[in-house]
């Protein structure tokens, strides 16, 4: 006998995709209004702002380049073509972008690290910063407000982080030992659960741990200062450290490129932590006025309506010259 709980969590599931349809559609009509905003004028100054980009997310990535570039005014453009830009989406990007440099993806070598999971974007990035300041940008990133924080950061050459949620804001970067006791108090998580929490609760058996430290955050927008620390070596030897410790199927999966760029900048001197009041990922929060720059992280991004009212609001601030 079915249970008459089935058929309504069916209708709720049938009209939820519904509505998540109806507002990916609603955005989608909002962000386009990008395309009659006054293109970025790029600047050579020493810092690289660097996506990985593909046709379906052109239009959000016009959105959040030109709102962050904005309020930034610094900076020039490098991409990472992700496999299926078309003539007519490089000619946008020429358009509008200043005729950013662009990367194939299949021309990256990732080495002894995974392929897949923007680890190509990771790598090149640690490639860039040889020489420049290099800022990741996630096309899922809206800039509404002053971000002086970030402006700083670069001025003195520093790093900075996006937290992964208010409570990492409350601890800051820790000892690995520490993290591990703070965040996984019973020990290591077993499958199936999400590839960043098998890593993360593993940390205490990591090579010298105490010498290491860590913090739950955001690959999605980052900064990397010029000559920093790390580079691909870096990054490989925490590659091959963390794959010993999971195992090479767990971390190839979706997640390990953003657990590798939070130890990296963690263990690096000066890094600077962005207020989560200002700067944070969306998961259904609140909204407050005061957003300097939302990361709509896919789990929540169409959830309701605040994707495509923060555009909206964004694309109107294109048209008027900055306030700070």
Not at 188 to 207: G, K, N, T
Not at 294 to 320: E, P
Request: glycine share 8%.
């Amino acid at each position: 006998m079915t249970s008459p709980a089935r058929p309504r969590r069916l209708v709720c599931e049938v009209f939820d995709r519904a509505m998540r349809r109806a507002r990916i559609h609603a955005h989608w009509h909002v962000a386009r209004r990008v395309l009659a905003t006054p293109p970025i004028i790029p600047r050579d100054d020493g810092v690289i702002v660097l996506s990985m980009i593909g046709t379906r997310t052109l239009i959000p990535y016009l959105v959040a380049i030109k709102s962050f570039h904005h309020r930034l005014a610094m900076g020039r453009i490098v991409l990472i073509d992700d496999g299926s830009l078309t003539d007519d989406d490089r000619r946008i990007l020429t358009q509008h972008c200043g005729a950013p440099h662009i990367i194939p993806i299949a021309a990256i070598d990732t080495g002894d690290c995974p392929r897949g999971g923007t680890w190509e974007r990771l790598l090149v990035l640690l490639d860039l910063r040889a020489n420049h300041y290099v800022v990741q940008l996630d096309s899922d990133t809206v800039t509404l407000g002053d971000i002086a924080e970030v402006r700083a950061a670069i001025a003195d050459n520093h790093n900075f982080m996006l937290l992964g949620g208010p409570d990492s804001q409350a601890v800051g970067i820790q000892r690995l030992p520490d993290f591990v006791k703070w965040k996984y108090p019973g020990g290591p998580v077993a499958p199936p659960a999400h590839m960043q929490a098998l890593i993360e609760s593993r940390y205490a058996a990591y090579p010298e741990a105490d010498r290491h430290c860590y913090v739950r955050a955001s690959s999605g927008f980052a900064g990397f200062a010029r000559g920093g620390a790390s580079g691909r070596r870096e990054a490989t030897t925490f590659s091959r450290h963390a794959e010993r410790l999971v195992g090479m199927a767990t971390w190839s999966k979706w997640g390990s490129e953003q657990v590798t760029s939070n130890f990296l900048l963690a263990n690096e001197p000066d890094t600077r932590i962005l207020p989560y009041s200002g700067y944070y990922n969306y998961w259904r929060t609140p909204v407050t006025g005061d957003e300097r720059l939302v990361h709509f992280v896919g789990t929540h991004r169409y959830s309701d309506g605040v994707y495509r009212r923060m555009t909206a609001r964004a694309i109107d601030r294109l048209k008027q010259p900055r306030a700070d």
